[in-house]
């Protein structure tokens, strides 16, 4: 194996490692946010948004990502929707913002599952000695419910970074110049086939590892509090 | 104080409750008792609505609080429960799980709410766990705590749906005790239990249910010397 052509273009690589966090990043916190929403719609008592939350999470769970993400790509122009060229961390812009939707709407509906399950897997007493002292039902989510949950829901959550930072290579089939993307430029300029996939490889692991170990200590720090 | 007309309470085709009318007046214990299934427990959840009834009508402090337009959180304020399985809140410390309710819903500044709450501690012999969390607290503790908890709010009536039916044997008393000072200081309240020592000596009315409806009622000295109905004698002489 000959790695010589590392001193040459390592700046693609750390120019794609940056890239990758960038959008796991952006993911992540989008995909939070429509989760939350998904999740709380299909707890709900009302019908209509019980429907429409298991119905997307049921087709996004069962299509491909890669499929997606062709369709955010080719599709939102196709509607008529523009991302407008903005310059932005000196790179482009539509093509970013459009995996980073693509991804989002995916995450989202895993994140969905693992904020419902973790509302739901508190005991139902909690809920009936809240409401016995009368407390509605929104201030018994919020002091007593949500904040159980959320220990259950963040370990899982860290694990859902985790999973983004590892699918988001797929994304460079629309030419985000990520890590995957790096490693496809290298070996075309180099004609090594082997290498810079060895050497991505290697970076994803690294980004993987430290962020769940991270984890195992934010999860440790959290059980001492009990 | 609660009046209760022809409570129905329907689970798919089970029927739990068939027809329940009773009158409980301030100043009373009233102690429900009776085989597993009877509805003893849906009886008394249908009380402050944790069960909606299927059918009748429950009037709290001249309110009718199966009616569509009432706000129940209003009248669970001055109904105190607790549970079998104490139901604390484990992310809480005793004192938080005391204020909260005081603090959020009857506005009551911190430094009151906790006065009043250590109050309460004192008089289960239990001031010393206020920073305690529910999880480092035995199962008689845990209990007591619980009825603090709902005492917390003053409440006019205490329901109490088989409080010690989860604990060890040697913590039954611990609870009980707290439950006949209650008694004695004239709060009201309905018990579902199967502590008959408690029923006899505490109660000032036992229902005895069987199959969703009140088979038999009265003082406990009669109940339990000279039960009338054969269904009660039954269980009596099962249980005694």
């Given amino acids: 194996m000959n790695f010589s052509f590392l001193s040459e273009y390592y700046v693609y690589f750390i120019e794609g490692a940056k890239n990758t966090i960038l959008l796991a990043a952006f993911t992540v916190l989008l995909g939070v946010m429509l989760g939350i929403i998904l999740a709380l719609m299909k707890i709900s008592r009302n019908p209509i948004l019980k429907v429409i939350s298991t119905s997307y999470i049921e087709f996004i769970r069962g299509t491909p990502l890669l499929v997606q993400i062709y369709i955010v790509f080719f599709g939102l122009p196709y509607i008529g929707i523009h991302i407008p060229d903005v310059p932005f961390l000196g790179q482009d812009f539509p093509r970013f913002m459009a995996g980073v939707i693509a991804l989002s709407l995916n995450s989202g509906a895993y994140v969905a599952e693992i904020i419902r399950a973790g509302i739901q897997a508190i005991d139902k007493g909690q809920m009936e000695a809240a409401r016995s002292l009368g407390m509605s039902h929104y201030m018994a989510m919020r002091y007593i419910i949500l904040p159980q949950a959320i220990r259950n829901i963040l370990p899982a959550l860290g694990n859902e970074f985790v999973v983004i930072i590892k699918e988001s290579s797929i994304v460079s089939v629309i030419g985000i110049s990520e890590l995957m993307f790096s490693a496809d430029t290298v070996k075309g300029v180099t004609f090594q086939p082997f290498e810079p996939l060895i050497v991505v490889a290697v970076i994803y692991f690294v980004l993987t590892f430290t962020i769940s170990r991270l984890l195992g200590v934010a999860e440790r720090r959290m059980r001492a509090g009990d | ?240």
């Fill in chain 2, 1 to 240: 104080m609660i009046k209760v007309t022809g409570l129905d309470k329907k689970f798919g085709k089970l029927h739990v409750l068939n027809g329940i009318d009773i009158d409980i007046k301030k100043g009373e214990v009233v102690v429900v008792i009776g085989p597993s299934g009877s509805g003893k427990s849906t009886f008394l959840r249908c009380l402050n609505l944790l069960e909606h009834p299927t059918g009748g009508e429950i009037v709290f402090e001249g309110v009718s609080i199966t009616s569509k337009h009432n706000d129940i959180n209003k009248q669970r304020q001055k109904m105190g429960m607790v549970f079998q399985q104490f139901n604390l809140f484990p992310h809480m410390t005793v004192l938080q799980n005391i204020t909260l309710a005081p603090r959020k819903l009857k506005k009551v500044s911190e430094e009151e709410a906790n006065k009043i709450a250590l109050d309460l501690l004192e008089r289960v012999g239990l001031a010393d766990k206020a920073k305690s969390y529910p999880g480092q607290l035995s199962g008689g503790q845990k209990q007591r705590i619980a009825i603090v908890r709902a005492l917390a709010m003053s409440p006019d009536v205490m329901l109490f749906d088989e409080p010690t039916s989860a604990l060890d044997p040697e913590m039954v008393g611990e609870v009980l005790d707290v439950m006949k000072k209650l008694a004695a200081d004239g709060m009201t309240m309905v018990v579902v239990t199967h502590e008959m020592g408690f029923a006899r000596e505490v109660g000032t009315r036992v229902l005895f249910m069987d199959g969703g409806k009140i088979a038999e009622e009265g003082i406990p000295s009669e109940i339990f010397a000279n039960p009338k109905n054969p269904r009660t004698k039954e269980f009596l002489g099962k249980v005694l």
